[in-house]
Each structure stands twice: as structure tokens, then as C-alpha cells.
């Protein structure tokens, strides 16, 4: 059975740092892309980060500078690095797995994320 599972959210003050973690269980994690989104309320989810099965990775433009993305394949898991946080970063995180070549995709359930004073 597949998991998808994040943590570390919670809430920050602006310009604070949070480190997200995502951990798949149930797949051959290095086979996998993974990514990053996030869907504020009544926003349609976005995308945030990827990085891909060679650790290429891509970012919105929104959170360029700010935000890192990495993985640990012994470890099956993928991080986001938030800082320099803003208001407009809250949201709820998702995490995805996806394989191109055998097409699979899954989600995690999210982990909220509160950037306030």
C-alpha cells in the first residue's frame, strides 16, 4: 500500500523559516519525481517545487530564492525549505510522487502552513 505522508507544518511569522518533510512509503522512491504544491482557499492548487529522479529541480517564480527543494532516496523522503516566509505563503502543502515511464501518481493528505504576526 502506498503512503504519502508530510509534517512540519504549522504557523510562522513573516520572514520565518519552516522545513517541510515528505515521506512515500510503498514505492521505489528513486524511481520517483516529486513534488511540492500548495491550494490556499478558494485558490486552485499550485505548483511550488519539483525535483526530479536526478535531483534536477524547478520552482515557481513566486518562491524562487526563498524556497529549496531536496531528497533523501535512503531515506524516502523529500524536503521544502521555506524561508523569508510571507503571508501569501499560507496554504495547505501537498506532497506528490509521480513515475512517468509506468504511470503512477499520488498524493498526501497536506500539511497546513500559517504565515501571520
Known amino acids: 500500500q502506498v503512503q504519502v505522508v508530510e509534517s512540519g507544518g504549522g504557523l510562522v511569522q513573516p520572514g520565518g523559516s519552516l522545513r517541510l518533510s515528505c515521506t512515500a512509503s510503498?514505492?521505489?522512491?528513486?524511481?520517483?519525481?516529486m513534488g511540492w504544491y500548495r491550494q490556499a482557499p478558494g485558490k486552485q492548487r499550485e505548483l511550488v517545487a519539483t525535483?526530479?529522479?536526478?535531483?534536477?529541480?524547478n520552482y515557481a517564480d513566486s518562491v524562487k530564492g526563498r524556497f529549496a527543494i531536496s531528497r533523501d532516496n535512503a531515506k524516502n523522503t523529500v524536503y521544502l525549505q521555506m524561508n523569508s516566509l510571507k503571508a501569501e505563503d499560507t496554504a495547505g502543502y501537498y506532497c506528490?510522487?509521480?513515475?512517468?515511464?509506468?504511470?503512477?501518481?499520488?498524493w498526501g493528505q497536506g500539511t497546513q502552513v500559517t504565515v501571520s504576526s
Open positions: 506528490n510522487a509521480q513515475r512517468i515511464d509506468v504511470p503512477r501518481n499520488y
Open positions: 525535483i526530479t529522479r536526478t535531483s534536477s529541480t
Open positions: 510503498g514505492i521505489t522512491f528513486s524511481f520517483y519525481h
